[in-house]
């Protein structure tokens, strides 16, 4: 699919095609490898500029290993990741690197337009660092110390909704919510394109996600922000991305706008995934789609397409051939044999 | 409505003032609620300040200088004397020879008509503060203008030194081999340990299959045997540097593998991985993340350690393996004590025992407490 959709794309930053993360399963004395976790396996999808794109999926489909494994945090199986780099460029114009060929200077470098979020608020803080040092790290490793810095950690504090005074602090002084917004201090420190959002709200409850939500949608516009925001909760996700991406068993099985695929999925698994999201209306009748059987297992998967022993729509053509992600109406990509052909019940925005 | 104007200002002002406390202030504070440990440590700077920095200026005559009083018993500062007069300058009473006519041997008495006032900073024997700075003001002695006066608090050895300015001097050795081989066990312990933790694969294996050699090793044939391979020839301050190392490589196996543990753990952390996001050297990671993480554990181990190197010293020294005379250690000092004859003869030669024993106990103490302190657990 990429070869005919996205090229065109003008203002796309980050391009992800068959991305690949196999991780060893070793067994006996001598730690032979007996086979591969296919955590990430032939991945593709794209971020365009100033752009959240929702990555969702049940735990253990492989939605965070894609996320660091484009920054090469694990290094790839296989694939390509372009990007449209910044830093690197020596012109000032924005340049299509290729993150996987690039060595540790350069990719050193391209880390100044990426930066991450992660999930655990408390974990992802240095406790023995002050506000100021986590905050700075970034500019530290990457030279940037000057005589304006301490006004500019104060700048990005008071952006994120902390205080000025909070500086000198220690993580462990503050709430989880007032942790996050130090990492997200933190991730905007060196004026990046893009940031990897893992699971930035699971850890808080819910209504600091809302607050946490709406600063990321802000910054967002003040920053010209793409966000690939890593998430399980549909409604989060639904709340702050413009396009999301269903992820099943390390596989894409959807990807489309938000208003698109959340009342039309093109996809067995987003329909099924759609009706499990609990809406506060009493009077609507459940049609939830309990899905029979477990999560293919990432170790030992099913031939064919790696939905089908859940599917209800399965055919024999499913048991057989993998399906590809396809683009089945603009900008609507899925990865079904029959996507467009079944009649799919989706959610209302509300 | 003033009211709700006025409470949040204060409130603001408050927090204003209001300091961090940073972790080693947590330690700091917890640590001063512990009196033992505290006035271990002061018993401890007293040990240095007047047994490693200056005993030059503590002791009132040199490590060397011979006295025509061999063996003499120690003479003890009085205030009153045997008319029962008393002065506020303490004095020490002279010593006469004397041969035993049962035994034929020589030996030395109080003569209590002969009194030998004792003076605060007195003038003696040359020396260099510090190797540096020239002096000749000794923190206590006799009159200088006698010169048959002498002062020897812990009586004196075959060849008729100062027992007490030698204690001290030694202490300089003892002391400073404890500092010293703990520094190189805490370089190689650490290193090792978190090299071997942080990149795991052919490194862990092989640091971790050395460890497990040196601890499967009975430890005091292998001091015999190292202390025995230090060449007789060689001057005493290459034979002190290398029973500190041999000291420090024979035990680092433990640290190290503490610290990869830490390492272990630590390097999954997500600040750890934040860094890493951002384009943190292994280098940067190593020093910046995870060591900070392993040293309240490390700085108890070492604490703990100083004293068994100490020992370890003596031990060595007094069974003649280690330092050997004429440096002047603890241990060299105790091999004075390795006969009964001598014990029997001259018992002030064990007075070197309770200043290693208030050293040790010191340390295990200051130890104890940095633990109780730096424990993230106790409250």
């Given at each position: 699919m990429a070869d005919n959709g996205m090229?065109?794309?003008?203002?796309?930053l980050l391009e992800v095609k068959g991305l690949k993360k196999y991780f060893p399963i070793t067994g006996g004395m001598m730690r032979k490898?007996?086979?591969?976790?296919?955590?990430?396996?032939?991945v593709n999808f794209f971020v365009r500029e100033g752009e959240t794109l929702g990555l969702v999926g049940e735990s253990g489909c492989g939605k965070t290993t894609a996320g660091r494994a484009v920054l090469r945090l694990y290094e790839p199986t296989d694939g390509e990741v372009r990007f449209k780099s910044r830093a690197l460029s020596k012109s000032g114009k924005p340049e299509w690197v290729s993150l996987r060929e690039l060595n540790k200077e350069q990719l050193k470098t391209v880390y100044q337009d990426i930066s991450m979020i992660f999930q655990d608020p408390i974990g992802s803080?240095?406790?023995?660092?002050t506000v100021y040092d986590i905050i700075t790290e970034p500019l530290l490793i990457h030279n940037k110390i000057g005589p304006s810095t301490e006004e500019h950690v104060i700048q990005l504090l008071q952006r994120v909704g902390l205080r000025p005074e909070h500086i000198r602090r220690y993580p462990h002084e503050f709430s989880g919510g007032q942790r996050q917004r130090i990492g997200i201090a933190r991730s905007l420190a060196l004026n990046p394109q893009l940031i990897i959002c893992d699971e930035p709200v699971s850890a808080l409850d819910v209504s600091v996600q809302a607050q946490t939500l709406n600063l990321l949608n802000d910054l967002k516009e003040d920053f010209n922000l793409a966000y690939i925001f890593v998430a399980h909760d549909l409604s989060v996700v639904q709340h702050i991305s413009d396009r999301v991406a269903v992820m099943y068993v390390g596989r894409i099985a959807e990807m489309a706008e938000s208003i698109d695929l959340y009342s039309h999925p093109l996809h067995p698994y987003t329909e099924a995934l759609m009706s499990s999201v609990p809406r506060p209306n009493p009077r609507l009748k459940k049609q939830r789609i309990i899905m029979e059987g477990d999560v293919a297992d990432p170790g030992n998967p099913p031939p064919g397409c790696l939905f089908h022993p859940r599917c209800r729509y399965v055919q024999d053509r499913c048991k057989t051939e993998v399906p590809e992600l396809r683009e089945i109406k603009p900008d609507h990509y899925a990865a079904c044999h029959f996507a467009g052909e079944l009649d799919l019940k989706g959610v209302e925005m509300g | 409505m003033t009211d709700a104007v006025a409470i949040p200002m204060e409130e603001k002002k408050k927090d204003a003032v209001k300091i961090s406390q940073s972790y080693w202030s947590l330690v700091w504070w917890k640590f001063k609620r512990n009196r033992l440990a505290v006035v271990a440590a002061f018993i401890l700077a007293g040990y240095y300040i007047t047994c490693l920095i200056f005993p030059e200026f503590f002791a009132p005559y040199s490590k060397g200088l011979e006295s025509d009083y061999i063996e003499a018993r120690p003479t003890y500062p009085h205030f009153v004397d045997a008319a029962g007069s008393f002065s506020l300058r303490p004095f020490v009473y002279g010593l006469d020879e004397e041969i035993d006519?049962?035994?034929r041997s020589r030996k030395f008495v109080v003569n209590e008509s002969v009194k030998y006032p004792l003076y605060f900073f007195v003038e003696g024997e040359p020396y260099k503060l510090l190797g540096l700075i020239p002096a000749k003001t000794h923190f206590f002695g006799t009159d200088p203008a006698n010169p048959d006066a002498k002062v020897f608090l812990l009586g004196t050895d075959r060849l008729g030194r100062d027992q007490f300015s030698r204690i001290l001097f030694g202490g300089r050795i003892s002391l400073f081999i404890g500092l010293f081989s703990v520094a190189v066990f805490l370089f190689v312990g650490v290193t090792l340990g978190a090299a071997s933790g942080y990149y795991g694969g052919a490194t862990d294996i092989v640091v971790m299959r050395i460890t497990e050699l040196l601890s499967a090793f009975p430890q005091e044939p292998l001091f015999l045997a190292l202390g025995a391979a230090v060449?007789?020839?060689?001057?005493s301050t290459r034979v002190f540097f290398m029973v500190t190392i041999l000291l420090a490589l024979i035990q680092w196996g433990g640290l190290a593998r503490q610290v990869r543990g830490l390492v272990l753990s630590g390097r999954e952390e997500q600040y750890v991985l934040a860094a890493r996001s951002f384009g943190a050297s292994d280098r940067r990671i190593i020093f910046n993340h995870l060591i900070p993480a392993t040293m309240s554990h490390v700085i108890v181990i070492a604490t703990l350690k100083i004293p068994g190197m100490i020992l370890l010293e003596t031990a060595l020294s007094f069974l003649g393996l280690g330092l050997v005379p004429p440096t002047v250690s603890w241990g060299t000092l105790l091999q004075n004590a390795n006969t009964v004859r001598s014990i029997s003869a001259a018992p002030w030669y064990l007075f070197v025992t309770p200043f290693i024993l208030f050293a040790i106990l010191a340390y295990n103490l200051l130890g104890d407490g940095l633990r109780d302190a730096m424990d993230p657990y106790s409250k």
């Open positions: 090229v065109k794309d003008k203002d796309i490898v007996v086979g591969y976790v296919k955590a990430v396996d032939d803080l240095n406790p023995r660092m | 006519v049962a035994t060449p007789v020839s060689w001057p």
